[in-house]
Structure formats: structure tokens, C-alpha cells
């Protein structure tokens, strides 16, 4: 098992990796589909599984387009890590579609329209009371 400092800088490197990637290598029309960020990435202790969270903005097509564009992307993502970072093995590589900004957004969008539904119909909370 390798310590948490080291686990944290492998997901570190992969995150960094991985977006230059996106930006500059990944050649498929799909993952240009929707615009792709890195959230999160998440090593196993052992260094064997990365999973990579993004976040898709776009369309519900195009989303699907580009998720289909990652997955189909994980070999040569994996190959090119293996080049770039050096470790025994490779993690294996998997991509995860994170949508919690988008559950965030809708959380406020719901949260600012009951206050303005509050302050419509007079309701107010005073701290003194």
C-alpha cells in the first residue's frame, strides 16, 4: 500500500496529465462534443485504480456523446499515462461523469426562488423573535 502523500500526488499527476490530454491529444470528435473539466481524481491505495470524476456542460446528446468519447478514449489515456508518469504499473483507468455542480446549481436556483416566493408573500425571520 502506498501512504496517502504518495496516493495524493499520483491522482495529482494523473488530474494534471490527463487534462493536457483533453486539451491537446485526444483526438475524438465525441469528447469535443461538450466541454470536459476534471472534478476529482480518486487513486486506490494500492496505485491499481484511478478513477477520473469530470464534469460535462452541454447538452443531454452531448454529454452522452462525450462520456461515450471518454470510455472509448481509456486505453490510450492508460497507455500515455504509463509514458508520462513513472510507476511499476499503470492504474487502470476509469471514467466517472460527476454531475454534482450541476445538482449544486439546481440546489440554488431552488433555494433563491422559495426566498423570492418568502419575500413575495410577506414572510420574514427576524433574529430577535
Known sequence: ???NRRVARVAS???REVSLMLLHDIKDDRVGAGMVSITEVDVS??????????????????????????ISSTG????????RIRLRRTPEVM???DRSLE???????????????????????DEEE
Open 1 to 3: 500500500m502506498a501512504t
Open 13 to 15: 499527476a494523473i488530474e
Open 45 to 70: 491505495g494500492d496505485l491499481q485504480h484511478a478513477r477520473i470524476f469530470v464534469s460535462i456542460y452541454g447538452t443531454e446528446e452531448a454529454k452522452a456523446e462525450t462520456m461515450e468519447g471518454l
Open 76 to 83: 490510450f489515456v492508460r497507455r500515455e499515462l504509463g509514458h
Open 95 to 97: 471514467f466517472i461523469e
Open 103 to 125: 445538482r449544486g446549481h439546481n440546489m440554488v436556483h431552488l433555494l433563491n426562488r422559495l426566498s423570492q416566493e418568502r419575500e413575495e408573500r410577506g414572510y420574514t425571520f
